[in-house]
C-alpha cells in the first residue's frame, strides 16, 4: 500500500518567507510525528499528533513553527519569517497508534533551504 | 531516556553477517531497544525491536544480553543495499512516543 508522502520534495525560500510543509500519513495511522534533520545530524523530535490534537508541541524550536492535523489525516508544518538556521530535512512518519510509535512509518522528507 | 552508544562507523564484507553492537548501561525496566536505519536520502526505517528477549524478524536478528545493558543487531547476508546508518534507541513504550535518533553508526558494505 501507499506510504507517508510528503510535498514538497524540495522547497527554496527566502529568508522571512512563510513556507507550509505537507504529509500525508499511511491510511488509517492515528499517530503522526514531525521530526527535522539539520545536515549531517541525527533527527530532532517537533512534535507529534494522536488524532487531530498535539499533546505535546515541546520539540518546536520557536514560535515561528505552528502544525496542524484536520481530520485525522493530513499534517501541515508551518514555518514563519524563515530564517538560515531553518534550513533542513523535514521528516514526517506516522504510526498505527501512539502505542505503537516504536514503528513508525516515515516518509522521504522535504529539504527545507533557506537562502 | 537510556543513552545508546554506538561505534562511529563499521565496514563489512558483501554476503557476510554484520554485527553491529549497542551499549545501552543505563536503561531501564520498561525500556525497549529499537533498531532504525536510515538509507543514503531517505527516511529512516524500523528494523526490530525488544526487551529482553532475543528477536528476528525477515530483516535482521536483534540479540539482548541478560543484563540489558548491551545488544547486538545481526544482518545475517549484508548486501550492497544494507549500506546505511543505523541507530540504536532505548525507550520507554509506555508513555513515549518520540524517538530519540543518536548520531548511530554507519555501515559500508562492500563487495
Known amino acids: 500500500g501507499a506510504g507517508v508522502s510528503q510535498s514538497p520534495s524540495n522547497k527554496v525560500t527566502e529568508k522571512g518567507k512563510d513556507v507550509e510543509l505537507r504529509c500525508d500519513p499511511i491510511s488509517g495511522h492515528t499517530a503522526l510525528y514531525w521530526y527535522r534533520q539539520s545536515l549531517g545530524q541525527g533527527l530532532e523530535f517537533l512534535i507529534y499528533f494522536q488524532g487531530n490534537s498535539a499533546p505535546d508541541k515541546s520539540g518546536l524550536p520557536s514560535d515561528r513553527f505552528s502544525a496542524e492535523r484536520t481530520g485525522g489525516s493530513v499534517s501541515t508544518l508551518t514555518i514563519q519569517r524563515t530564517q538560515q538556521e531553518d534550513s533542513a530535512v523535514y521528516l514526517c512518519?506516522?504510526?498505527?497508534?501512539?502505542?505503537?510509535?516504536?514503528?513508525?512509518?516515515f516518509g522521504p522528507g522535504t529539504r527545507l533551504t533557506v537562502t | 531516556d537510556a543513552k545508546t552508544t554506538q561505534p562511529t562507523s563499521m565496514d563489512c564484507a558483501e554476503g557476510r553477517a554484520a554485527n553491529l553492537p549497542c551499549n545501552h548501561s543505563?536503561?531501564?525496566?520498561?525500556?525497549?531497544v529499537y533498531w532504525y536505519r536510515q538509507i543514503h536520502s531517505q527516511g529512516p526505517q524500523y528494523i526490530i525491536h525488544g526487551l529482553k528477549n532475543n528477536e528476528t524478524n525477515e530483516m535482521a536478528s536483534l540479540i539482548i544480553t541478560e543484563d540489558r545493558k548491551s545488544s547486538t543487531l545481526i544482518l545475517p547476508h549484508a548486501t550492497l543495499r544494507d549500506t546505511a546508518v543505523y541507530y540504536c534507541?532505548?525507550?520507554?513504550?509506555?508513555?513515549?512516543?518520540?524517538?530519540?535518533f543518536g548520531a548511530g553508526t554507519t555501515v559500508t558494505v562492500r563487495a
Open positions: 512518519a506516522s504510526s498505527f497508534s501512539w502505542t505503537l510509535s516504536y514503528e513508525q512509518y
Open positions: 534507541i532505548a525507550e520507554g513504550n509506555d508513555n513515549d512516543y518520540k524517538l530519540s
Open positions: 543505563t536503561i531501564s525496566g520498561n525500556e525497549y
